[in-house]
Nanobody
């Protein structure tokens, strides 16, 4: 099983980033996935849950700004992040829900 995140970086407040998580080693089309973030000194926070048919559940802190989607043909889940705030700074991980399968994470830094 492999999950590989990409797309992080440094962005100014109000900017946008699109994260990707490419997966292999399991049947992606039937897998429920989630994006989780961890800021320095804080506990991990679930950002969004996306189930196998694309239904999403967002954390209140990102609702209306972030959009998760998936491409089952590409075995990839995405996180479009708009109107970024400094408090969104964290390492972002994708995870196969209900398992201990995690990617290595991608750093998102929102700063002027």
């Amino acid at each position: 099983v492999l999950l590989v995140e990409s797309g992080g970086g440094l962005v100014q407040p109000g900017g946008s980033l699109r994260l990707s998580c490419a997966v292999s080693g399991f049947t992606f089309s039937s897998a429920h996935m989630r994006w989780v973030r961890q800021a320095p000194g804080k506990e991990r926070e679930q950002v969004v849950y996306i189930d196998s048919d694309g239904t999403t559940v967002y954390a209140p802190s990102v609702k209306g700004r972030f959009t998760a989607s998936r491409d089952n043909a590409q075995n990839t889940v995405y996180l479009q992040m708009n109107s970024l705030k400094p408090e969104d700074t964290a390492v972002y991980y994708c995870n196969k829900w209900g398992t201990d399968y995690w990617g290595q994470g991608t750093q998102v830094t929102v700063s002027s």
